[in-house]
């Protein structure tokens, strides 16, 4: 399976964009997917997942009530709505297939990821 993120760009603050993460060559249907975000000089951190089962979403502290995470199984995507974007937002973002979301966070668990779009938030 091949996973392609897309959507980054460059924002003002408060302002917003839609990432999608696009699957081809395999189901996401039976997935956890998650987004994770690495800023230049930071280590990668786990930003939001879904879960296959009942879509249960999980956010970081840093942008829960501002992003929302969705997925829709018929066109094999999952998008994440970045809203009220600050600057400390601007990173790479990647998404990535794996088994569940607990402990999502550290992104061990997950074995495809797709390749970084990036998002710059600044005036």
């Known amino acids: 399976v091949q996973l392609q993120a897309s959507g980054g760009g460059l924002v003002q603050p408060r302002g917003s964009l839609r990432l999608s993460c696009a699957a081809s060559?395999?189901?996401?249907?039976?997935?956890?997917i998650g987004w994770f975000r690495q800023a230049p000089g930071k280590e990668r951190e786990g930003v939001s997942c879904?879960?296959?089962?009942?879509?249960?979403?999980y956010y970081a502290d840093s942008v829960k009530g501002r992003f929302i995470i969705s997925r829709d199984n018929a066109k094999n995507t999952v998008y994440l709505q970045m809203n009220s974007l600050k600057p400390e937002d601007t990173a790479v973002y990647y998404c990535?297939?794996?088994?569940?979301?607990?402990?999502?966070?550290?992104?061990?668990?997950?074995?495809?990821w797709g390749q970084g779009t990036q998002v710059t938030v600044s005036s």
């Open positions: 060559g395999g189901t996401l249907d039976y997935y956890a």
């Open positions: 879904i879960s296959s089962s009942d879509s249960t979403t």
């Open positions: 990535a297939r794996g088994p569940f979301c607990s402990g999502y966070e550290r992104g061990k668990t997950f074995d495809y």
